[in-house]
Every structure is written in structure tokens, then in C-alpha cells.
């Protein structure tokens, strides 16, 4: 059976600031930080699995889980994660609400979400929310690299996202801006450009970026480096202790929590992607 037909939308990237999404980012805020005393009791091993070499090893996935479809307005309206849960698929595996109850409390956050990110004329269409929970960190003296994507490979998916930003430790980082490019091109052909629209990591600090459905923008993180200088012990650091830094960040390092949804007809979890 056909699709709904998609609508005519300008793409659109734009930054919602902290006095419209305070009380949202307070509740990503309690996900990180259970979800961090979740992982502190864990075999060092399962979080070693987390790391995500495509961006580095310098970012961890804390969790993700998917929707079955559901219409976009009734997202809008009434998302209920007792009726309708995040159901977690491969790994890692998003942790029962029972260990995080915090996550019982994004209803409302997922509800502001698809608000903004997908609009009205798409509100028939059968949408999946995805939700995936990231932490970046670099570390004093380090440089990012960066990336580039889209949230599903198909440069003609429909999807929308909107990224909540509770933690950014803005002051560790020179760089890393987060650039979109509003072209539809293939991402590969955008690798290299600059990009349409910047945000810098004090702007979206306690903040939300929207990336407007359904046009599945290409985005990422812009290079960077984080200026502190890196101090004496790092030489002897083992790797455990490089990785109890994802729960417990030095206060020089960079760190970046991310809740990601994303709003699309297919699941934007791709599990080749490590």
C-alpha cells in the first residue's frame, strides 16, 4: 500500500532556546543522570560496547529504543510511553523504567517534539519515534574530528529530529559547532562544505535544535578541540579509567549529553552502523 503523499515544506534548522524547553531539558537531564548510576554498577566491558567508532570512540551510546507507528497528530497530542513504549532493538539495549523511572517522564517531552519538528500538513502521516541517548566527551588537550550524517541513510527518507541538549560544558571546547546543510544532495557531496546554519555549543547549551520532517537533513558536529591542557597523568591513564569518563567527566574535559527523536515512517536505528 502507498504511503501518505508528502507535502511541500521548506527544510528548516532552528534553535529553540532554554525559556521554551527549560522544564524538558530538567527531564532529559534526571534520564542522563540515572542512566549514568545505572552503568556505574555495570561490568566495565558492556560499557566499553557503547563507544561508537564512527564518531571517534569519543561518544557513547547510553541507550535507544523505537515506537511501533503511530499518527503524527496523535503524537502530538496524547504520546503515552505506558501505552506505548520505547521498545529497545539491538544493542545497547535502553533500560527498563524500572532501573530509569525518569524515562516514564518524557511523554511530554516527546509530545513538544513532534510539535516542532513535524508540521500539521503531515499530521495523517504514520510516524516511528526513535529515541537514541548520547554522551561525547573530549577530553583536555584532544581534538574531534567530527562528522557528518543523516539519521537514515536515504537521502529521500522522510524524517524529522529534534535534539535536546541538557549538559554541553560550552567552555571546554573550541569549535565543534553543530552545521546543517539545507541541500538535498548526497551527504558525501556535502562532506568538505560549509554548512547552511551553524549553532555553537554555548547556544544550544540547555537547549533544543530542531531539524524539520520530513526532509531528513545531513548535520553533524564541526571539528574542534578542547584547549585545556591535558594534565600529567594522562600518560598513565589505563582504559579503564579512560572509560569510567563517560559516568564521571574531569572537569576540564568537554561533555555533551544528547537525547535525539526522531520522527520517521521507518525506524531511524540502522544496526550496521557501530
Not at 50 to 65: E, I, K, P
Not at 156 to 173: K, L, R
Not at 195 to 223: C, I, K, Q, S, W
Request: glycine share 6%; proline share 9%; net charge negative.
Amino acid at each position: 500500500m502507498a504511503g501518505p503523499v508528502l507535502a511541500r515544506t521548506e527544510p528548516t534548522a532552528r534553535l529553540v532556546e532554554a525559556a521554551e524547553v527549560g522544564p524538558h531539558i530538567e527531564v532529559v537531564r534526571r534520564v542522563f543522570a540515572e542512566l549514568t548510576d545505572c552503568l556505574r554498577s555495570a561490568p566495565i566491558e558492556q560499557l566499553e560496547a557503547r563507544l561508537r567508532g564512527w564518531d571517534n570512540y569519543q561518544r557513547a551510546s547510553l541507550g535507544r529504543g523505537a515506537t511501533p507507528p503511530l499518527l503524527a497528530r496523535d503524537i502530538k497530542s496524547s504520546f503515552s510511553s505506558a501505552r506505548t513504549g520505547f521498545e529497545s532493538r539491538g544493542e545497547p539495549v535502553l533500560p527498563p523504567e524500572t532501573e530509569v523511572p525518569a524515562l516514564a517522564d518524557l511523554d511530554e517531552v516527546v509530545r513538544l517534539a513532534a510539535r516542532l519538528a513535524v508540521p500539521d500538513v503531515h499530521d495523517d502521516d504514520p510516524l516511528v519515534v526513535t529515541l537514541f541517548l548520547f554522551r561525547v566527551i573530549v577530553r583536555a588537550g584532544q581534538r574531534y574530528q567530527g562528522f557528518l550524517h543523516r539519521d537514515i541513510d536515504a537521502t529521500d527518507a522522510p524524517v524529522g529530529s529534534v535534539i535536546f541538549y541538557p549538559t554541553v560544558t560550552s567552555s571546554n571546547i573550541d569549535g565543534a559547532n553543530l552545521g546543517v546543510h539545507l541541500s538535498d544532495r548526497p551527504t558525501e557531496e556535502l562532506e568538505g562544505r560549509d554548512p547552511d546554519v551553524t549553532f555553537a555549543p554555548h547556544e544550544y547549551e540547555h537547549a533544543a535544535v530542531v531539524l524539520g520532517y520530513p526532509h531528513n537533513l545531513a548535520h553533524g558536529a564541526r571539528p574542534g578541540i578542547n584547549p585545556n591542557p591535558a594534565p600529567p597523568e594522562t600518560a598513565t591513564r589505563t582504559r579503564d579509567d579512560n572509560l569510567r569518563e563517560f559516568l564521571e567527566p574531569h572537569g576540564t574535559t568537554f561533555w555533551k549529553d544528547m537525547a535525539v527523536l526522531t520522527f520517521s515512517r521507518t525506524s531511524a536505528i540502522e544496526d550496521h552502523i557501530v
